[in-house]
């Protein structure tokens, strides 16, 4: 229950603190005399919208504190410790701060905290619930309407009856059984649509997979087609390679060679000349390594005009693709990969129909 209420500076209140007794509290008075003021500010401490419009004339902030006795709700106080906030086992203060030119401050237990973490506290404090009465509930002068309303009946009846919970259940499952069948009619509704993006994305999906592509081969052909148009000039730069290295009266192995002779030469006079010589000696053996592995090489990439036909077309095809779907085979793929997922998905949809009317016959069995 409300224990007590403390207001400083709001509407036309100064400072107000009432103590509430269990039971029935009736607020009276003169019009004008502030009952409407009052309730107002009950209506903040549970979660209603401040304004700074309401901050009395001549003051900068208004205070509303509420007590609430939370002594036989267990789960307004675990509420609390999930959001860190420290409490005893029997209050509540709830605490709003409406300052000129600022939002609202709310305090829970002295812990600065949000305006929905307080509606959250504080709902299950002023509503009718299966579980508990609530601990506040404002009645007005014209409130006995409500004793015509059904809906109220109902909520009197579940809760004298303590099939609160199950109520609870039937609206989750009757709410439920309602929403399949809008979620059917729209998968419906959409058929036609869907028929014609699922042909739109098997004829983009075959276009690819025809080409049976493989991850980086737009690369590698690129650099097939660029070896086949040169073959010419690779195996004329070998050509060359050799004869100036070997043809040539005065190639340079040639020359080495006659380093070579001549050094052996003197190495009969200065012994450590030969072990110098070594190194030319390796130079030799490295340059005929070179060399015989350039002529193997472009003796490979003899120009042949089928390759370079069949490689060019395959590179144009690929290249026709990549103005739709991607900048290289590789986003290709990527691409080719979700429209099968979506394509799974549509042509799944029938299935997806099915396995709603099932569970809707299941939830209405649970109903009946």
């Known amino acids: 229950m409300l224990l007590e209420l403390k207001v400083s500076n709001f509407a036309i209140i100064e400072n107000l603190h009432i103590t509430f007794k269990d039971g029935l509290n009736i607020l009276s008075g003169e019009t004008g005399a502030g009952k409407s003021v009052l309730l107002k500010s009950l209506s903040l401490l549970m979660g209603g919208k401040g304004s700074s419009d309401t901050i009395r004339t001549g003051s900068s902030q208004a205070t509303i ?41 709310v305090y829970l237990n002295g812990s600065l905290n949000t305006l929905n973490s307080l509606r959250d506290i504080v709902a299950p404090l002023v509503e009718l619930a299966g ?39 039937f609206t989750e499952k009757y709410n439920r059984y309602h929403g399949i069948f809008e979620e059917i009619k729209k998968l419906e509704s ?20 025809n080409l049976d592509l493989s991850p980086g081969e737009d690369m590698e052909l690129e650099v097939e087609v660029k070896k ?18 070997y043809t040539d009266d005065d190639s340079a192995i040639s020359r080495l060679n006659a380093v070579l002779k001549r050094g052996m030469e003197i190495s009969g006079v200065d012994p450590q000349i030969a072990s110098k010589l070594e190194n030319l000696e390796q130079a030799k053996a490295l340059i005929d390594e070179t060399v015989y592995e350039l002529r193997q090489y472009a003796n490979k ?50 299935v997806k129909i099915e396995s709603l009317k099932k569970e809707a016959a299941v939830l209405l069995k649970e109903l009946e």
């Open 131 to 169: 579980h508990s009465a609530p601990l506040i509930e404002m009645t007005g002068q014209h409130e006995n309407r409500n004793l015509m309303s059904k809906s109220y009946h109902m909520d009197l009846l579940d809760q004298y009856a303590g099939t609160w919970d199950k109520r609870l259940l």
């Open 190 to 209: 959409d058929a036609k649509q869907k028929a014609q993006r699922l042909d739109f994305l098997i004829y983009q999906r075959d276009e690819i997979a």
């Open 301 to 350: 990439i003899d120009a042949d005009p089928q390759r370079l036909e069949e490689a060019e077309s395959r590179l144009s095809d690929l290249r026709k693709l990549q103005k739709k779907y991607g900048n290289s085979v590789d986003e290709i793929l990527k691409a080719l990969m979700e429209m099968e997922i979506e394509i799974s998905n549509l042509q799944n949809s029938d």
């Open 65 to 105: 504190e509420g007590s609430f006795d939370i002594s036989k709700r267990p789960d307004i106080q675990n509420a609390l410790r999930d959001m860190g906030i420290e409490i005893d086992q029997d209050t509540l203060i709830v605490r709003r701060v409406l300052s000129s030119g600022d939002k609202s401050k």
């Open 228 to 245: 086949l148009k040169n073959s010419s000039r690779i195996g004329g730069f070998v050509d060359q390679a050799e004869e100036a290295l």
